[in-house]
């Protein structure tokens, strides 16, 4: 029987079947804001409305909707950055802003990338801070631990072969790196979050 995984954007709150689950976001807020602890707080906030105008720009240049002469200045140059991504590494998108369920953990989130690259696939975190955050391992190991629990029925990739974790680092020059996840840890540690964040929550 499929999931019933729903998101309301406005709270950024997910529901399965009707329950609220934790999402991948807020499982790794105590991280998130322990390595940004010296960030000024409104910083933080304009930073955070870029990257999702990033994210959105990417959703809807896969899906062919947008729109280049309503972007930014702000936003061109990483658009640029996108496009000399898509072309130089050859990228083949499967999923884009996939939201994913982890039955076995019990949270949800979106996954920003999946396909292939260099034959191999993969998941990838679009990212335009001025650095990767580390929390990008754990957050990519949470995706794919959920990716994987519903990947049979997607039929998206041999569940017999790896799956990379990348970051896709988009910098303010028009400029872009790929930054490969390898710490076997990293889905230890999100998992540990989840367990920390589940009970700060308990009634």
Same mark, same amino acid.
């Given at each position: 029987?499929?999931?019933?995984?729903?998101?309301?954007?406005?709270?950024?709150?997910?529901?399965?079947?009707?329950?609220?689950?934790?999402?991948?976001?807020?499982?790794?807020?105590?991280?998130?804001?322990?390595?940004?602890?010296?960030?000024?707080?409104? @910083?933080?906030?304009? $930073?955070?409305?870029?990257?999702?105008?990033?994210?959105?720009?990417?959703? =809807? /240049? *896969?899906? #062919?909707? %947008?729109?280049?002469?309503?972007?930014?200045?702000?936003?061109?140059?990483?658009?640029?950055?996108?496009?000399?991504?898509?072309?130089?590494?050859?990228?083949?998108? @499967?999923?884009?802003? $996939?939201?994913?369920?982890?039955?076995?953990?019990?949270?949800?989130?979106? =996954? /920003? *990338?999946? #396909?292939? %690259?260099?034959?191999?696939?993969?998941?990838?975190?679009?990212?335009?801070?001025?650095?990767?955050?580390?929390?990008?391992?754990?957050?990519?190991?949470?995706?794919?631990?959920?990716?994987?629990?519903?990947?049979?029925?997607?039929?998206?990739?041999?569940?017999?072969?790896?799956?990379?974790?990348?970051? %896709?680092?988009?910098?303010?020059?028009?400029?872009?790196?790929?930054?490969?996840?390898?710490?076997?840890?990293?889905?230890?540690?999100?998992?540990?979050?989840?367990?920390?964040?589940?009970?700060?929550?308990?009634?």
């Amino acid at each position: 029987m499929p999931i019933e995984l729903t998101f309301d954007e406005a709270s950024h709150v997910y529901r399965v079947g009707g329950q609220v689950v934790s999402s991948v976001t807020q499982i790794l807020g105590r991280l998130s804001a322990e390595e940004y602890r010296f960030v000024d707080k409104s @910083v933080m906030e304009d $930073a955070a409305l870029l990257g999702k105008a990033v994210h959105k720009m990417i959703e =809807l /240049d *896969l899906r #062919g909707d %947008l729109d280049f002469e309503s972007l930014s200045d702000g936003l061109q140059v990483y658009y640029t950055a996108w496009q000399n991504f898509l072309q130089l590494s050859g990228f083949q998108m @499967v999923l884009s802003e $996939a939201r994913v369920y982890s039955s076995k953990y019990g949270y949800a989130g979106t =996954l /920003d *990338l999946a #396909g292939w %690259l260099n034959n191999r696939f993969v998941i990838i975190d679009a990212k335009r801070t001025a650095a990767v955050p580390r929390t990008a391992g754990p957050q990519t190991a949470g995706y794919l631990q959920a990716l994987r629990e519903h990947a049979e029925d997607a039929v998206m990739w041999p569940q017999d072969t790896p799956v990379d974790r990348y970051a %896709l680092h988009l910098r303010a020059e028009g400029t872009w790196r790929l930054v490969p996840f390898t710490d076997k840890s990293d889905l230890r540690v999100f998992l540990a979050c989840k367990t920390l964040h589940d009970w700060s929550n308990a009634a």
